[in-house]
């Protein structure tokens, strides 16, 4: 990516602090304002319009020097740019947008504990986050001031958890956990494993991409006595993951913690096959299962970065049978109204009758498969 012009010596500054920085002072010089914004960027009309109102009104703009370095500072339309630099079009209402789209406040069963489906339950335990995504499903929360959750402020929740032994999994998000400090999340962490019915925790982070400093061996450390901990990470595109992300990802493989990522389909950043094939062959190179690709929450004000969910099909469609099945996730659609998750696929049955299933196969051609005769 080319850096050159008139922001190269704040580009340059940053990438030298970034290599001696820990995440913590990434935190401390992250971009929050739409000055800093026009310091490090050559912004766009509209990305420039979109800051000031972010600014003043919107959704906070927070951007670690991790993630302006994976950024091109002349291009609006570079795949980092548009996840995290606001944009005017914010503030057009669209078809469909909902203030909260997967309908959490109805189902919210104590403060911060989120039930929609029988066997788990999600744990909010943080507004913050490592950088705020322009699309973010919890936009009316994330960044609204209400921090971390104590432990005496989650005692509701854990006591929910204990009265419904039913719920065997807990994911732990939010915001992002991971930008509590080690010693509170480790806290958190400890009081679900402490609740005898819960069989699997999920700790969903994007700091691996936007803030991989954060990974350190301490925290693998820390963690570890807690297992099974299952890490659900979030990369969108192949430039999330440099040098960093993939010593990142080595480090919790390493550590024993499976690894999943949830792909959020995005129009113009990564609605392309090629783009996808890269990033889903590079994250099983780290041992990052793709689990979900996800369309995109009708969540308010991001009607310019959703895709028709046909795209998403013809986008599988595409990867079938072009990339392994380790390679392949499964594409999702969130119901509005928090009904639950679906998955979608092309259809690959072409008829169906007395027997003879005729297939739809990945070169093209049409296949029969013929049942077996009923022995009886
Ligand atoms: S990291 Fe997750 S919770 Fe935070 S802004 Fe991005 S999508 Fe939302």
Not at 15 to 36: I, K, S
Request: aromatic share 6%.
């Amino acid at each position: 990516m080319a850096i050159a012009g008139p922001h190269e010596p704040d580009r340059a500054g940053l990438t030298r602090l970034e290599e001696v920085g820990d995440w913590r002072w990434q935190l401390r010089h992250a971009v929050r304002t739409a000055a800093e914004l026009a310091r490090v960027f050559a912004l766009s009309p509209e990305e420039r319009a979109g800051a000031l109102v972010a600014e003043r009104s919107g959704f906070p703009i927070l951007l670690t020097p991790h993630v302006i370095s994976l950024a091109d500072p002349r291009d609006p339309n570079c795949p980092i740019r548009r996840q995290f630099v606001p944009d005017l079009r914010e503030t057009v209402a669209v078809r469909g947008d909902l203030r909260d789209p997967l309908g959490e406040e109805e189902h919210e069963v104590a403060p911060g504990l989120v039930r929609r489906y029988p066997d788990r339950a999600l744990l909010l335990m943080t507004d913050r986050c490592a950088s705020y995504c322009r699309f973010c499903t919890r936009s009316r929360w994330v960044a609204r001031g209400g921090g971390s959750r104590s432990r005496e402020r989650l005692g509701p929740a854990l006591a929910y958890l204990r009265a419904h032994p039913e719920v065997k999994e807990v994911i732990l998000s939010g915001g992002d956990p991971l930008v509590m400090s080690t010693e509170r999340l480790v806290g958190v962490v400890a009081l679900v494993r402490d609740v005898p019915s819960v069989e699997t925790i999920r700790l969903a982070t994007r700091v691996l991409s936007l803030l991989p400093q954060r990974v350190t061996e301490d925290l693998v450390r820390a963690l570890q006595p807690h297992h099974p901990i299952w890490v659900m990470t979030h990369f969108n595109h192949p430039a999330e993951l440099g040098p960093l992300a993939e010593a990142a990802c080595r480090r919790l493989a390493d550590g024993g913690f499976p690894m999943m990522n949830q792909t959020v389909l995005l129009r113009g950043i990564n609605d392309r096959e090629e783009v996808l094939t890269a990033l889903f062959r590079r994250l099983i190179r780290e041992r990052v299962r793709p689990y979900y690709l996800l369309q995109m929450d009708p969540v308010r004000g991001t009607g310019h970065l959703r895709t028709p969910v046909e795209t998403g099909c013809r986008l599988l469609g595409e990867l079938q049978g072009r990339l392994s099945g380790i390679a392949i996730p499964r594409f999702v659609v969130d119901t509005p109204g928090g009904h639950g998750k679906v998955p979608v696929a092309p259809d690959y049955v072409l008829s169906a009758g007395e027997g003879v299933t005729r297939f739809l196969a990945p070169d093209g051609v049409g296949v029969d498969y013929i049942d077996p005769v009923d022995p009886e």
